[in-house]
């Protein structure tokens, strides 16, 4: 019977016997690929024996057989790693050696041989060495050949010494040097292309081949501009080479020596161009710039993509300081910027040009960075004005400053007609900036979503023309020398702006040009109100103006809750749209809580114009908070409610400390400041945290009121209210039984024992104590009874603390008895006892903490 294996055994033999066969079939295409590069080059053929028929059996379980001389599976046959090895360190150390004696042979005197012996030595010696190489070769001893024609090379240039010691000791050694280099720059390239299978004749060549002009000029004494033309010539013959040199180890030499010779070169010419000071003197390196832009631009049209892009910025950094150069020779150094800015952006025209677009990339990359140092070089003057104005909060109300706008800055000895430029380069540049910012809408609209770069290119021109823009004519003032007055109108007529762009941006979704001009108007509304505080009236012109400016950047934030995202460019997915919405509702309380700053400056300006004290104007500066808690109750749920009442409540926090000195004033600040807490109370959202504020500030104006009137029994002024309270609290209990006892009974409580402990505090007699810790007893029994926590707790505290004032004197007189040492020891053993029972006081703690949290 024949055996029929179950389909699971006869499916796992099957995929064995398929996966032996791919085996084999990959192992065949190796040997078949090796077979075909052999053949390919018979020269360098191994004789390695025929497979014989019999050892590639196709079975499927015949075992893989070979019979030449590598390890199956079939593939090129690799020699041994460590002969290989060892070979090329016994050529690199031979090689070594023989240079090593040939240099001493040549230079040090060798028994009775004189300098002309040696050459002929020397001479006779190369010349087998450069023979040699061709014979190996031949032979396929290529490492052979390699060692001994570093040996000739080094040879060489040893003959080449001896040939001027010989022949013409004489002559200069820079200028033998450049024409023995020349020399052997030419014969090391035509050996190298005679035996091209050598690798290192050619690449020798090529740097041999950075020397010869270099040397010439040195040896002729030529100047810096003679200096660069010889680089930059040895760096067109370099880029000549890498674009038709033949060899990659040639090619990337010749690239290498080619950046390493033409940026110095551009340096040079340079240096040149920006120290001359008239049109003459800058036109020769202005030509060996453009020289170097034209070779640039050469060898990136043909070069890799990342060498085009590189390329393509110098010829184009080369070109602006060539032109600029000449245009700036001889102009004063502030309007020599905008002659390069000018250049600069006349190279944006070379970007439509018929060139490579990585080149195209490049110049453009380079007409970046003319703009951007530009930018940087006009930045000074701007950080000097917004500077300036907080000089003037030291006087403040001094008088119109002397000397206009740079007597307020404090910079009248300034250079500030050095810096006449700054303002125009920052204005051009925000021009050009917004000129992209709207030639990329039309394109966006097109493009659609799909162009996120492009929508972020668009977004960082937008915003860096608000910047600059804004920036720009801050400045203007403070470099024009304008009077006081036309600065402050000039900065306050700025801000205003600035904030209309911002308003019209976050409405429109444009968040990035929105915010940054946001940022602008926050900080020039800053500058401009420093700047306000040298006179009275300014001060209050321009913080009126700002306030107006900033409440109405509010409310027409306010009126777009969400943005017009439908009309940004490109149009925002749904995210995106979302974080507009967010960003824009967070925008809505910048302005409003700047307005509130702007309002409290106005409100202390009030109390210094009419003359009061610093304690006397504190009820004055109120009136920002209640106007805050107003406008808090009106926006009730809408983002700037909450920013506007705590910029609202840091007024208040200012009025209290004006107040300081005064106690009856003070008193009065935080009974208004208790009445504003408990009309915020009203609203349910806010009454967590201003109801217990409302109390507590009630409770100190009481304390304090009673104190400074000198009241020496504060129970008959705080008894009437107690009652009362406490007659309300039950009240409120027994509507809502789940009312917190501190809401209900706290502040009542709260109104008596407190000023009754601190008067028990001071007062000699035992009456008051007796009387209120026998109060604060019945208290806390009432609240360990009822289960009240805000009894429990007050009358517990006021009962401790009273016992310990009553107390205290004796502990002072046991303590003063005792040994110093007892006290030490007593504290040892109660924390020896506390460690002890650690885990017992942990669990009454937690057993204490949730009966508290239990009670009302």
Not at 774 to 780: D, E, G, N, R
Request: glycine residues 12%; proline residues 7%.
């Amino acid at each position: 019977m024949e055996h029929v294996p179950p389909p699971a055994e006869e499916l796992a033999l099957l995929d064995r016997e398929l996966a032996r066969l791919d085996t084999r079939r990959s192992q065949l295409l190796v040997r078949r690929a090796w077979l075909v590069s052999v053949l390919a080059q018979p020269a360098a053929r191994p004789a390695v024996p025929p497979v014989p028929p019999h050892a590639a059996p196709f079975g499927p379980s015949a075992p893989v057989r070979s019979s030449v001389p590598f390890a199956a599976p079939f593939g090129p046959p690799t020699a041994p790693a460590g002969p290989r090895s060892a070979q090329n360190v016994l050529l690199t150390l031979g090689g070594l050696l023989l240079t090593i004696a040939a240099i001493a042979f040549t230079l040090v005197n060798w028994g009775q041989m004189g300098i002309g012996g040696r050459s002929a030595v020397l001479t006779l010696v190369t010349v087998a060495a450069l023979c040699a190489p061709a014979v190996l070769l031949r032979r396929g001893l290529s490492s052979t050949a390699e060692s001994l024609a570093a040996l000739a090379s080094v040879l060489m240039v040893l003959d080449a010494y001896a040939l001027h010691e010989v022949a013409v000791p004489d002559a200069g050694g820079p200028g033998f040097a450049s024409v023995a280099s020349a020399v052997l720059a030419v014969l090391w390239g035509a050996y190298g292309l005679l035996l091209g299978r050598l690798r290192l004749p050619l690449p020798l060549a090529v740097v041999t081949a950075q020397l010869p002009l270099l040397l010439w000029a040195w040896s002729a004494g030529a100047g810096a501009t003679v200096f660069g033309w010889a680089l930059l010539a040895t760096a067109a013959l370099d880029c000549a080479i890498a674009v038709w040199g033949k060899g990659v180890a040639v090619r990337v030499t010749a690239s290498v020596c080619c950046w390493a010779a033409g940026l110095p070169g551009l340096l040079v010419g340079l240096g040149q161009s920006v120290s001359a000071d008239a049109v003459s003197a800058a036109v020769a390196p202005g030509l060996l710039l453009l020289a170097g832009a034209a070779v640039a631009v050469a060898g990136a049209c043909r070069a890799p993509t990342g060498l085009a892009v590189a390329g393509g910025a110098v010829a184009g950094l080369g070109g602006v300081a060539a032109v600029g150069g000449v245009l700036g020779a001889g102009v004063a150094g502030d309007w020599s910027v905008p002659l390069y800015l000018l250049c600069g952006v006349v190279l944006l025209a070379a970007v439509r040009a018929p060139l490579p677009r990585p080149v195209g990339k490049g110049l453009l990359w380079a007409s970046s960075a003319v703009t951007v140092g530009s930018v940087l070089a006009a930045v000074p003057p701007v950080g000097l004005s917004l500077a300036g104005t907080v000089s003037q909060a030291a006087r403040v109300w001094s008088g119109v400053p002397e000397g206009g706008v740079r007597g307020a800055l404090g910079m009248e000895a300034m250079a500030w007609s050095a810096m006449a430029s700054a303002p125009v380069v920052l204005l051009v540049v925000a021009a050009l900036s917004g000129a992209a910012y709207r030639s990329w809408a039309s394109w966006l609209r097109v493009a659609g979503p799909v162009v996120a770069p492009g929508a972020a290119w668009r977004g960082a021109a937008g915003a860096g023309a608000v910047a600059l823009g804004w920036a720009g004519c801050t400045a203007l003032p403070a470099v024009l020398g304008l009077s006081y007055a036309a600065a402050l109108s000039v900065q306050s007529a700025l801000v205003a702006g600035v904030f209309a762009v911002a308003v019209r941006e976050l409405r429109r979704g444009t968040n990035g040009v929105g915010r940054t001009a946001l940022v602008c108007g926050l900080t020039g509304a800053v500058s401009v109100g420093m700047l306000s505080l040298a006179t009275e009236t300014a001060t209050y012109a321009v913080f009126t103006v700002l306030l107006v400016v900033l409440a109405a950047a509010a409310v027409v934030l306010g009126g777009a809750a969400v943005p017009a995202a439908a009309r940004a460019l490109p149009p925002l997915p749904a995210a995106q749209a979302a974080r507009a919405a967010g960003v824009l509702r967070t925008a809505q309380a910048v302005p409003a809580c700047g307005a509130v700053v702007c309002g409290m400056v106005l409100a202390r300006a009030v109390g210094a114009s009419w003359g009061l004290a610093g304690y006397r104007a504190a009820p004055v500066m109120l009136v920002v908070p209640l106007v805050t808690v107003l406008l808090g109750a009106r926006l009730r749920g809408r983002p700037p409610a909450l920013p506007v009442e705590l910029t609202g409540a840091v007024a208040g926090v200012m009025a209290v400390g004006m107040a300081v000195p005064d106690r009856p004033f003070l008193a009065l600040v935080l009974a208004l400041c208790g009445v504003l807490a408990a009309g915020t109370a009203v609203r349910a959202e806010r009454r967590p945290v201003a109801g217990y504020l409302a109390t507590a500030l009630f409770v100190l104006a009481a304390w304090l009121r009673l104190s400074a009137s000198g009241v020496s029994a504060p129970e008959a002024y705080t008894l009437p209210v107690t009652v009362p309270a406490l007659a309300v609290g039950v009240l409120r209990r027994r509507r809502d039984p789940e009312a917190s006892s501190w809401t209900a009974y706290g502040a009542g409580l709260a109104a008596t024992l407190l000023p009754s402990l601190f008067a028990a505090w001071g007062d000699p007699s035992w009456v008051r104590p007796l009387l209120l810790g026998a109060a604060a007893l019945v208290i806390t029994l009432a609240g360990a009874r009822l289960r009240l926590q805000a009894l429990l707790l007050l009358g517990g505290a006021v009962l401790a603390l009273d016992a310990l004032h009553e107390l205290a004197p004796y502990v002072v007189q046991v303590v003063g008895a005792l040994p110093r040492w007892l006290p030490p020891a007593l504290a040892g053993v109660l924390l020896l006892v506390v460690g002890a029972t650690y885990e017992q006081r942990l669990r009454d703690a937690r057993r204490l903490k949730d009966t508290l949290g239990r009670m009302r």
